[in-house]
C-alpha cells in the first residue's frame, strides 16, 4: 500500500446469507410519516411495542421478557408513553432463518435487528423496511447526536435512512496470546517479529516447556470459527494503491499466496494444531487451551478472558500466563490489522409495523446517557460497585442476571461498555470480563492497545454489491475450504493447489464481486471529488 496514504481501506467479504424474503415482507408502503398508529393518547389504552430480544441460551437466565431491565423499560419508558414494551425472543444461533420467517409473514417486531448488513439490504431492496429520515428528525434528534453522522450512514441504502445502527465503542477485532511464563522457562523473549515467534513455537515443540502430554506449538481451529490466524496473513501483502487494496480479492493480493506457503509450512513441521481442520466448533481447541498445552493461539482480542478459557486454565495450570503479542510486520514496519468499523448491529422498523414513531422514540430514549448507565450498569451496590470510577459488575443470578455482557441485547444503540471516553470503555470492558482478576484486566488493557495499533477498517461504498449478495455464501464457504486445504496440503503440492483453487473461486464469483468493487469504489471517489 502507497506510503503516506492517511488509512488503509479493505473490503470485508461478508458471507451473505441467501435467505429468501417472501413478497409479504413489502406489505406496508407507507412513508414513514404516514404510521398507522403512534404513540397512544394518554387517555386511550397503552400500545404494545414488540422489541426483538436474542434467546443466547445462558442458563439460569431469568424469564426474558420479565426481568430487572424489561421492568425499567417500562417503567421509565412506558408508563410516560402509555405504552408497553414486549420483548419477542429469537434465538441467537437461527437469529437470521427466525427473522426471514417473521418478516415474509408480516410479524417481525417493531423494533427488529440483525448484525448481518447484507440482510437489511435485502430487505430494504425489496421495500420491505420503514425509511426513517423523517422520523429521525421529527422524533431523533437525541439519537441523532449521540451516534453522529459517520455511524448513522451505514444504515443507509438508496440514499435513504432504512435501519439504525449500533454505536460501536470498542473496535479492537483480533488477537494473538503467547505463554510468557513458557518463555521465561526457556530465557526467551516476547517475539516482536515473524522470526521470532518462528523460534518460540520450535522451542515450544522441542522443549516442551509446560511438561504437558501433548503440547501444541499454535493452537487453531477450522477457518472461520473463533481462531484466526491473527494478522498474519495481512503481514505478507506487498504494496498496492488504495484501489487494489480495497478491491482486489484477498486470493489475488500480492504476498497473499506466501502468507499460506508459510501457514503449510508451520503445519508440516508439527507447530500447528494437528487436527485443527476438522475442529468445526472449536471445541478442541478449547480444550487444548484451557488444559495448559498450548503456547501460543491467535483468536478474538478478548478470548483469554471468556470463563470458558480463563476458568479451566487457572485450575489445570495455575501458573499458565499469556500475554498479547503483536509478531507480524508488514514491508512499511507496520503491524497492520484489520479492526472493526464504527457500526455494531442494525435496528429497523419493518413496514409491517403500525408503531413506527413509537419505535424512534423509544430509540431515541434509549440514547440518554443515564438510560444506557443503567441497562449497561444496573444500580450501584446492587448490580455494580464503582472501583475508581469505572462501574465493576457484581454476580448476578435471577432477574438481575445480564444475558449478554453490558446487556448487549437489551442496549440496540450501542455496542460496547458506554462511559463517553474510550479509555473508560476499555477499562469498563476489562473490568467486567475480568470479575476483580487485577491481571485480566491488565491483558485485556493491553490487548486492546495491541490489536488498534495500525489499525483499518473495511471500506464503506454505501451501496450494497449485487454479485456477493448472489455469490457470497458460496465464495464464503470455499473460502472457507481453501485456507483448511492449504494449509495441510503437502508442500510439493502447494503452489499447484493454490493455483488451482483461486481460479475456482474466481469462477464461482469471486471475478464478479471483485469487478463490481471496482466499479463501487470508482464511483464512491468520482463523487467526493
Not at 493452537?219 to 490466524?229: I, L, Q, S, V
Amino acid at each position: 500500500m502507497n506510503t503516506g496514504m492517511k488509512k488503509a481501506t479493505a473490503i470485508l467479504f461478508s458471507i451473505a446469507l441467501l435467505a429468501s424474503v417472501a413478497a409479504g415482507c413489502g406489505g406496508n408502503d407507507k412513508k414513514s410519516g404516514e404510521t398507522a398508529s403512534t404513540a397512544a393518547s394518554s387517555s386511550g389504552p397503552p400500545v404494545t411495542l414488540t422489541v426483538e430480544v436474542f434467546d443466547r441460551g445462558v442458563q439460569g437466565q431469568p424469564d426474558l421478557n420479565n426481568n430487572t431491565w424489561t421492568k425499567y423499560v417500562n417503567e421509565k419508558f412506558g408508563k410516560p408513553n402509555n405504552a408497553i414494551v414486549e420483548y419477542v425472543s429469537v434465538p441467537r444461533s437461527q437469529e437470521v432463518d427466525k427473522l426471514n420467517v417473521l418478516m415474509a409473514a408480516n410479524q417481525a417486531p417493531d423494533i427488529s435487528f440483525t448484525y448481518d448488513g447484507t440482510l437489511v439490504t435485502r430487505y430494504a431492496k425489496s421495500n420491505g423496511l420503514y425509511t426513517l429520515d423523517e422520523l429521525l428528525e421529527s422524533q431523533g434528534q437525541q439519537l441523532k447526536s449521540y451516534l453522529g453522522e459517520k455511524v448513522l450512514s451505514y444504515g443507509i441504502y438508496d440514499g435513504k435512512q432504512v435501519s439504525i445502527p449500533g454505536k460501536r465503542t470498542l473496535l479492537a477485532w483480533n488477537g494473538m496470546f503467547i505463554r510468557k511464563d513458557w518463555l521465561d522457562s526457556l530465557g526467551m523473549p516476547v517475539p516482536t517479529n515473524q522470526d521470532e515467534l518462528y523460534e518460540a513455537l520450535v522451542a515450544f515443540r522441542d522443549k516442551n516447556p509446560g511438561n504437558v502430554n501433548g503440547v501444541i506449538p499454535w493452537a487453531t481451529a477450522a477457518a472461520g470459527m473463533n481462531y484466526t490466524f491473527g494478522n498474519l496473513v495481512q503481514s505478507f501483502w506487498g504494496e498496492m494503491s488504495e484501489e487494489e487494496f480495497v478491491t482486489t480479492t484477498n486470493w489475488l493480493k500480492p504476498g497473499n499466496k506466501d502468507a499460506f506457503k508459510w501457514l503449510n509450512k508451520l503445519y508440516d513441521e508439527k507447530l500447528i494444531s494437528p487436527d485443527f481442520a476438522l475442529d468445526k466448533t472449536t471445541k478442541q481447541a478449547d480444550a487444548d487451551v484451557s488444559n495448559g498445552k498450548v503456547g501460543f493461539y491467535a483468536a478474538n482480542w478478548d478470548y483469554p478472558l471468556l470463563q470458558k478459557i480463563r476458568d479451566p486454565l487457572k485450575q489445570n495450570a495455575p501458573d499458565a500466563n499469556f500475554v498479547p503479542v503483536d509478531t507480524f510486520k508488514n514491508y512499511e514496519g507496520k503491524y497492520l490489522k484489520e479492526i472493526y468499523n464504527e457500526n455494531g448491529l442494525f435496528s429497523f422498523i419493518p413496514k409491517s409495523s403500525k408503531n413506527a414513531e413509537l419505535a424512534m422514540k423509544y430509540l431515541n430514549w434509549m440514547a440518554d446517557p443515564e438510560v444506557l448507565f443503567f441497562l449497561q450498569f444496573g444500580q450501584e451496590g446492587v448490580n455494580h460497585k464503582l472501583v475508581d470510577g469505572i462501574p465493576q459488575g457484581i454476580a448476578q443470578t435471577g432477574e438481575n442476571m445480564q444475558m449478554s455482557n453490558l446487556n448487549l441485547d437489551y442496549t440496540l444503540v450501542v455496542n460496547g461498555a458506554e462511559l463517553g471516553d474510550t479509555e473508560k470503555n476499555v477499562r469498563t470492558y476489562a473490568a467486567a470480563l475480568a470479575a476483580g482478576d487485577q491481571d485480566y484486566e491488565k491483558l485485556a488493557i493491553d490487548s486492546y492497545k495491541i490489536n488498534t495499533t495500525d489499525g483499518y477498517t473495511g471500506f464503506y461504498y454505501g451501496v450494497p454489491n449485487e454479485a456477493n449478495i448472489k455469490y457470497g455464501k458460496t465464495l464464503g464457504d470455499m473460502n472457507k475450504q481453501m485456507i483448511d486445504r492449504l494449509v495441510v496440503a503437502k508442500p510439493a503440492e502447494f503452489d499447484a493447489l493454490y493455483g488451482k483453487l483461486v481460479n475456482e473461486y474466481m469462477d464461482a464469483g469471486g471475478k464478479a464481486v471483485q469487478d463490481e468493487n471496482v466499479k463501487n469504489y470508482r464511483e464512491v471517489i468520482a463523487n467526493k471529488k
